[in-house]
């Protein structure tokens, strides 16, 4: 390209990089080497080439990064096409990286999409620091976590003093339907994913007694046949699968009956798909808002001509066009990134099972944990408490659930580790009995 096709082709950026402006940042010194930086070394990566990565990768290059990875673990499939643009009918089965990198590497001249078709987990810290932000656009909390806790590990500090240098802004959007939010998060600095956990609520499940009883919603009766109905006539002799259009029927039919005899209107095919599969819709002009927000900030980072969204915004287009932006805080006492260890306090050390302990990681909202697997250091000696992900493990300290804490010789004060999918690091627990006469023995 001719110097000054290339002064035309990124005009738009230079009006906003060389001039000053009311609206920039107060420390931002407007020069045509922001540009360069932007245009040759700043490097982004991209999580998940899906609805909201398609839209980031074609943002991202049209602003001018050049240098830009994109990991996704998924190929493509036919009911992606109608959003996920960068995909043809005869990309089916392909990588969703792969061909999404190839397509905006053809269209964008002199943009270098890197692919890695790749689960996250499968890259360990010398991978990810070798970029200046990272954005997500997932659909998976746990991938999301994952990540953040990823770059909490990487921060380096000295005598309790963060070092920014080893701050790496993560910006990540989200939709369901026709809702969406994005946030900055500088791991060290501001509220990272852990600490607003509890914005992402725990799966919606039913109480057994209300489907089995009291139903009131096509969703009750819908679950009642998939969790009850289903194991029990198991009409196919194999298990409910969600992909399958004859066993969608049956479920379908069946609830319709269920829900016709307790007066419950509003079943639907689409409904049972939906329940039975745990769908929400995706909306693309959502994921296109969400992800132009996002792109914007992964602009303003890495050119800092103007000031970041603090933090999180919230949007909403169901009924008209909604959006809020707040701060959401640093919580003082996060799992991930306060520095400091979880302290639980245990009312009765002498009653309290250690399968109390594990409900507790695993259902309150604060923690959420998959499949926590709890160790300690018992008399000098590593203990697996228990473990249920390898099976030889899980029936070897399957015994231990129904084990009292003192019986399990834990004592007051002591650190549990705990390992989840959820973290790629081990996160420390400590014990507080809040009853004294355990303490010595
Ligand atoms: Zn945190």
């Known amino acids: 390209m001719s110097e000054e096709s290339s002064q035309k082709r990124w005009g738009h950026l230079r009006k906003v990089l060389e001039r000053s402006s009311p609206f920039s940042h107060p420390e931002f ?18 999580i998940g080439a899906g609805g909201l990565g398609c839209e980031l990768l074609k943002n991202l290059a049209l602003m001018g990064f050049r240098q830009i990875h994109v990991i996704d673990m998924d190929t493509i499939d036919l009911s992606n096409l109608n959003r996920q643009f960068l ?36 890259f360990d810290e010398g991978f990810y620091k070798q970029f200046h932000i990272i954005v997500c656009g ?25 070092d ?15 809702k969406g939010n994005a946030r900055v998060i500088l791991p060290g600095i501001n509220a990272c994913v852990e600490c607003t956990l509890d914005l992402y609520p725990p799966q919606v499940n039913y109480p057994l007694c209300t489907i089995a009883n009291t139903p009131r919603l096509p969703e009750h009766c819908i679950e009642y046949i998939k969790l009850i109905q289903w194991p029990k ?39 049972v798909q939906g329940v039975v599969k745990h769908i929400i819709p995706a909306v693309a002009s959502t994921n296109a808002v969400i992800a132009g927000i996002c792109a914007t900030e992964v602009f303003k980072i890495a050119t800092s001509c103007c000031i970041p969204l603090n933090n999180y915004l919230v949007f909403n287009d ?6 809020y932006t707040y701060e959401a805080e640093k919580k003082d ?22 399968k109390q302990l594990i409900d507790i990681l695993s259902e309150s909202a604060e923690y959420q944990m998959k499949n926590p697997g709890l160790t300690t250091v018992i008399d000098g000696k590593n203990k697996t408490l228990y473990m249920s992900t390898i099976k030889s ?11 009292t804490l003192v019986e399990l010789g834990i004592k007051d004060g002591q650190d549990i580790l705990v390992a989840d999918v959820t973290s790629p690091t081990t996160v420390v627990l400590k014990l507080k009995y809040l009853t004294s006469d355990v303490e010595m023995s």
């Open 393 to 403: 493990i899980e029936e070897r300290t399957r015994v231990n659930l129904d084990k």
């Open 29 to 46: 010194e407007p020069s045509s080497e922001v540009l360069d930086f932007l245009m040759t070394s700043c490097k982004i990566l991209v």
């Open 164 to 178: 920014q240098s080893s701050v790496i802004p993560m910006v990540d959007g989200g939709t369901e339907g026709f």
């Open 87 to 122: 995909f043809r009918h005869k990309d089916i089965g392909s990588s969703k990286a792969e061909v999404a990198a190839a397509y905006i590497n053809k269209r964008v001249a002199g943009c270098q999409v890197t692919p890695h078709f790749s689960k996250i987990q499968d």
């Open 318 to 323: 169901v009924d008209g066009i909604y959006s």
């Open 333 to 354: 006492n996060c799992l991930v990134c306060s520095q400091k260890p979880l302290i639980l306090d245990i009312k009765d050390p002498h009653s309290f099972k250690l």
């Open 233 to 271: 006539e198991n009409p196919f002799g194999v298990p409910l699968d969600g992909d399958d259009a004859q066993h969608l029927s049956w479920v379908y039919e069946k609830a319709l009956e269920r829900a016709t005899q307790f007066n419950i209107p509003g079943m639907t095919y689409r409904l």
């Open 138 to 162: 997932l659909d998976s909390i746990v991938a999301r976590r994952w990540i953040n806790g990823m770059l909490v590990s990487m921060l380096n500090y000295d005598d309790n003093v963060l």
